[in-house]
C-alpha cells in the first residue's frame, strides 16, 4: 500500500478500497472515504510520512469499506467528516445498517465489521455542486443506486473518484453481480456515467480502468441480466426468499449468513424496479407476499 501520484495535487492510495487522497499547501489534506477499520493505522502512516495531517474526510457512502477510518483520523487529526444527508445517519449509527438490511434488531452474524464500521461524526452534510474545502473547489455529484445517498467527488484537477458506482471487470467476471440500493437510480447512475466524459475517473476498487465505456457498458449487462433472470423465474408467484435462492444458485454466488441478507437486500431492489415499471407485481396468497411478471 502506497501513496500514487494522479496529477496536480491528486493522489491516491491503493489499498483494499481506493482513497483518493487532495494535498492542500499548508500540510493538510482531504481523503475521499478512509477505507476499512482494519487498514486505517497504515493509511495513517502513509499519510504522515508526508508530514500532513488529514484536515477533512469525504465519504462517498457510508459501507464499512468506505468509512471503516474515519474515527482513525478524527481521533488522531481531529478530521472533519462530510457526507450526504442520507448516508450521514448510517455513518454516525452505523446499527442502522443491519437493521437496514434485516428489518428489525438484527441477529448477531450482521454485527461485523464487514457491515458495521466504527461509528463516527459526521460534520458537515453536502449536496451535489462545487464545495469549498480550504481554497479548494471540489465538485459533488449525484450516484444512486448502490447505495442510499451515494456520491462520486471530483477534485480540483479534475480527478473523478466514482466510489462503488461502478465494479470493474475483472470483479464482475469473478461475481457477476452488483450490490444495490435502488435498481432505478443505479441504472440513471450508469447513464450519466456513459454520457459524462470523465478523463481521470477512478474506481473505489480497482483503481482508473483503462477502458471506462467499456467498463459502463459491463456493469449496465450485469444489472440487465439479473432482471431479466428475475422475470424469467417469476412465470409464477414466487416469494422473495424463493427468488434469491434461485439467483444465488443460477449465479452461482458465493453464501453464507451475512452475504444471504446483502444478495437478498439487492434482489429486493430489483423486485421493487420491475414492479416500478410493471413489468412485475406483487400479491398476496397463503400468508406470503409473492412476485410474479406480468404478462405483456
Not at 493505522?41 to 457512502?61: L, M, P
Not at 462520486?152 to 470483479?171: C, K, M, N, W
Not at 471506462?212 to 457498458?217: A, Y
Amino acid at each position: 500500500m502506497k501513496l500514487n501520484h494522479i496529477c496536480g495535487q491528486t493522489y491516491v492510495i491503493d489499498g483494499s478500497t481506493q482513497v483518493g487522497v487532495y494535498l492542500f499547501h499548508d500540510d493538510t489534506c482531504l481523503l475521499i472515504d478512509s477505507g476499512p477499520a482494519d487498514e486505517a493505522g497504515q493509511i495513517r502512516q502513509i499519510i504522515e510520512e508526508q508530514k500532513v495531517k488529514v484536515r477533512a474526510i469525504i465519504n462517498t457512502h457510508y459501507h464499512a469499506d468506505h468509512c471503516g477510518g474515519n474515527r482513525e483520523f478524527q481521533l488522531q487529526h481531529q478530521s472533519l467528516v462530510c457526507a450526504s444527508a442520507p448516508g450521514a445517519p448510517m455513518i454516525e449509527h452505523p446499527i442502522l445498517q443491519p437493521i437496514a438490511l434485516y428489518s428489525a434488531c438484527p441477529p448477531k452474524i450482521l454485527h461485523n465489521r464487514y457491515i458495521m464500521p466504527p461509528e463516527s461524526k459526521v460534520h458537515n452534510t453536502i449536496s451535489p455542486g462545487p464545495l469549498i474545502i480550504n481554497g479548494g473547489e471540489f465538485r459533488i455529484e449525484e450516484l444512486e443506486g448502490h447505495a442510499l445517498g451515494h456520491i462520486g467527488i471530483e477534485t480540483p484537477d479534475g480527478v473523478f473518484f466514482a466510489g462503488d458506482s461502478l465494479l470493474p471487470l475483472q470483479v464482475l467476471q469473478e461475481f457477476p453481480f452488483l450490490y444495490l440500493h435502488d435498481a432505478g437510480r443505479q441504472t440513471e447512475t450508469l447513464e450519466w456515467l456513459k454520457n459524462r466524459k470523465h478523463q481521470q475517473l477512478y474506481l473505489a476498487h480497482g483503481g482508473h480502468p483503462d477502458d471506462v465505456e467499456k467498463v459502463i457498458q459491463a456493469n449496465q449487462t450485469i444489472l440487465e441480466n439479473m432482471l431479466q433472470i428475475i422475470l424469467a423465474f417469476i412465470t409464477e408467484g414466487r416469494t422473495r426468499e424463493d427468488i434469491t435462492a434461485y439467483v444465488i444458485e443460477k449465479l452461482r454466488l458465493p453464501f453464507n449468513q451475512s452475504q444471504y441478507y446483502l444478495l437478498m437486500a439487492s434482489v429486493s431492489a430489483c423486485l421493487s424496479y420491475l414492479c416500478l415499471k410493471k413489468m412485475a407485481r406483487s400479491f398476496a396468497v397463503d400468508h406470503l407476499i409473492k412476485f410474479q411478471r406480468k404478462s405483456s
